[in-house]
């Protein structure tokens, strides 16, 4: 049982390693090649766990010529368009001008319920309003509406603004996070001001989040009720 564990936990740190070494796309929508790799290493994975006599580089070897595999087969991909299409696919325009193209969406084996459910994530309930439909190489739909539809923006309303960034976690569960702060260029003097004028210290905030104009929101910890007494 001991061994079992080990070389479980072993593995597991080594898939968490493989992951994040093949990059983001891992870990948000998949592209194929993404997939039958991320499916290969799990199979992989669970047969030195199950058959205790196999010997654990049988399955950390494979696992790591996948992983390298794959990185390889991406920087591949960011030079060559042709080999990026051949594994990740093409978007397909399934709506265009207004007008569904059924044969595409026959092609891609799409029903109406594909398309509608992809409308209703977007807040969209009338076919009327699409302007424009493609099918990701991820399988996702992104849809553009018409122009009569779209929400209004302040630059359609004349309004003038500063664009800056949006605020950053400065402190969480009472640990300043340096990383977020250097990032939104204000230094620690300023959150130590803001400490004191809230009357508090960081190790009683539970989150506390800043952008770079110094706006700032701060939401305490809760009490428990063994501290309360």
Known sequence: MTVVFIR????YLLLLAAVRF??????????PSELAV????????????EDTGMPLFTGIIPVLTLACLDVVMSCIGVKSRTVRNLTGGKPVVIVS?????????RDLRFTVDDLIEAMHSLSIFDISEVQYAVVETTGTISIYQKYEYRNVT?????LHGK???????????GSVI?????????????????????KTIAKDIFLMTMDSEGTYSVVRKERSRREKK
Do not use: F, W, Y
Request: hydrophobic share 40%; no cysteine; charged share 30%.
């Open 178 to 198: 340096e990383e977020n702060l250097k990032r939104t260029g204000i230094d620690m003097s300023r959150v130590n001001d803001i400490l004191k004028k809230e």
């Open 154 to 158: 302040n630059k359609d309303m004349r």
């Open 97 to 105: 001008n207004g007008r569904i193209d059924q044969k595409k969406m």
């Open 38 to 49: 991320t499916i290969l290493i799990s199979n992989i994975a669970t047969l030195p766990v």
């Open 22 to 31: 093949m990059g983001k796309h891992q870990i948000g929508e998949l592209q």
């Open 163 to 173: 664009s800056i960034d949006p605020p950053e976690i400065i402190i969480e569960d």
């Open 8 to 11: 479980a936990v072993i593995l």
